[in-house]
């Protein structure tokens, strides 16, 4: 049984940092990649940043680039979202999840974690 477990979210001005956490307990044969997402009120959901489970290739959305960093750690099988310069409009849920490739679109991923609340002050 796969599991993701997002931590870190919470409440920050603008301008501030925070990194998320997705711990995977278990990673099915042919999961290769691994993504946040992120999903406000009323919006649907958006992709923010994807890695390769081996080589770590990235991929970022342009609203993150140059200010989100996504990493991975192979052993802990833990994925991370560091956030930086943060501005009100990254206020949503941000979701992790595991597929089988990298992509930006949320129907390739499989398995999805619960989703952690950042909120973004002006």
């Known amino acids: 049984q796969v599991q993701l477990v997002e931590s870190g979210g919470g409440l920050v001005q603008a301008g501030g940092s925070l990194r998320l956490t997705c711990a995977a307990s278990g990673r099915p044969f042919g999961s290769n990649a691994m993504a946040w997402f992120r999903q406000d009120l009323g919006k649907e959901r958006e992709f923010v940043a994807t890695i390769s489970w081996i080589g770590s290739s990235t991929n970022y959305a342009d609203s993150v680039k140059g200010r989100f960093t996504i990493s991975r750690d192979f052993n802990k099988n833990t994925l991370y979202l560091q956030m930086n310069s943060l501005k009100p409009e990254d206020t949503a849920v941000y979701y992790c999840?595991?597929?089988?490739?990298?992509?930006?679109?949320?129907?390739?991923?499989?398995?999805w974690g619960q989703g952690t609340q950042v909120t973004v002050s002006s």
């Open positions: 999840a595991l597929g089988p490739m990298v992509a930006t679109t949320a129907e390739t991923y499989r398995y």
